[in-house]
Structures are given as C-alpha cells and as structure tokens.
C-alpha cells in the first residue's frame, strides 16, 4: 500500500517526567473515523491510568475496552 493512502499519528506523552508512552498509529486511509479516535483515546487513558469516559452524540463509547469497526 501506498504510504499516501494511509492515516497517520505519531504521539509522545511525558507524564510530569516520569514516564513516556509513545505511539505511531497507521490506519488505511478509509478506516472509519471512530475506529482511529478509539486508539487515540486508549493511548491517552494508558498514559493517565483511567477513563476519560467520553462519547459521541450517538451514546458510543471511546477508550479502553471498547471497540469500533
């Protein structure tokens, strides 16, 4: 696959210099949009050790332990 057909997300968190969590997430580039937003919402909870318990105007949930294909 071509790489300009592909999403792409490259991410560094430094939490108060104790720790880094970082992820390079490449998704082809029809991949739905909640699917690429639930990884981006599990790397934030990973990094801060809880649920930041959000959703979108539909109920569905984001994050660490949910799903979305």
């Given at each position: 696959m071509n790489?300009?057909?592909?999403?792409?997300l490259t991410?560094?968190?430094n939490y108060c210099g104790e720790?880094?969590?970082s992820v390079d997430i490449t998704r082809p580039f029809d991949t739905?949009?909640?699917v690429f937003l639930n990884e981006i919402v599990q790397v934030l909870e990973l990094s801060y050790g809880y649920s930041f318990n959000i959703q979108d105007d539909?109920?569905?949930k984001?994050?660490?332990g949910h799903h979305h294909e």
């Open positions: 790489d300009d057909e592909n999403m792409k991410m560094s968190i720790k880094e969590l739905q949009w909640t539909k109920g569905k984001f994050g660490i």
